[in-house]
């Protein structure tokens, strides 16, 4: 959570960015979108090596290594998916 707070203070003006962070809680999915949406507007960061030197795209891919490194975001998705059975 707190990888995720401190990316977000730092942002490009983007729709699509804007509308994902508009929501209260931002999952491991948003996170993969994010990444997705940096790939486009960071593209001019590569470095010889293909890696970005962007740190925004560091901080977004450091919460995602955060949800993978212990299948955090199984847990997450299985959360929601309890959520949506409940619900409906």
């Known amino acids: 959570r707190e990888k995720i707070n401190s990316a977000i203070q730092d942002m490009p003006a983007h729709e699509n960015i804007a509308s994902l962070l508009s929501g209260?809680?931002?999952n491991y999915f948003?996170?993969?979108k994010i990444i997705?949406?940096?790939?486009e507007?960071?593209?001019?960061t590569k470095n010889l090596f293909?890696?970005?030197g962007s740190q925004r795209m560091k901080d977004w891919q450091d919460a995602v290594k955060s949800y993978e490194k212990e299948n955090l975001y199984?847990?997450?998705a299985a959360q929601m998916l309890v959520r949506n059975i409940n619900y409906e």
Do not use: M, N, P, W
Request: glycine residues 4%; contains cysteine.
């Open 24 to 26: 209260s809680y931002i």
């Open 30 to 32: 948003h996170c993969l």
């Open 36 to 39: 997705e949406i940096l790939k």
């Open 41 to 44: 507007t960071e593209a001019d």
């Open 50 to 52: 293909g890696r970005y």
């Open 74 to 76: 199984l847990a997450e």
